[in-house]
């Protein structure tokens, strides 16, 4: 290889390099951005909880039929709703900590035809 064929594929790698890395690095939070979303997401998941009640019957409604849905998506509805009080209780306590969130979908409205799951509580953020 000569210089010339070396030069120009050192300079073709290092404009791919230096374009390719700022995108990398809007992927990650910073602290302040994790530490406002934990802030965010534990203040709406406390106030908005209560929504997961008519969001889990209309869910369950649609599974199965009315009586089921209203009996079932009520009591399913609590429960989620006792979860994201907790989860946001959670998120307020623990904001300076960087972690990932614990609920998904992060607020009740985000996916409201998706159910609501709960991960590990500590995965750190990279």
Known sequence: ???NTRTLATV???AFLLTSLPSLAEETE????????KLTTGLANIATSS???????ILINNQSNVIYGF????????LNMGGRIGVGV???VSSPIPTQPIVHP???WDNFNAETTY???FRPSN
């Open 119 to 121: 991960g590990k509580a």
């Open 71 to 78: 009996i079932g998506g009520t009591f399913k509805g609590l």
């Open 106 to 108: 992060l607020y009740v």
């Open 12 to 14: 073709l790698s290092a």
């Open 1 to 3: 290889m000569n210089r």
């Open 30 to 37: 910073t602290y302040g951005e994790t530490f406002g979303r």
């Open 51 to 57: 929504l997961e009640i008519p969001k889990n019957i």
């Open 90 to 92: 959670l998120d307020l």
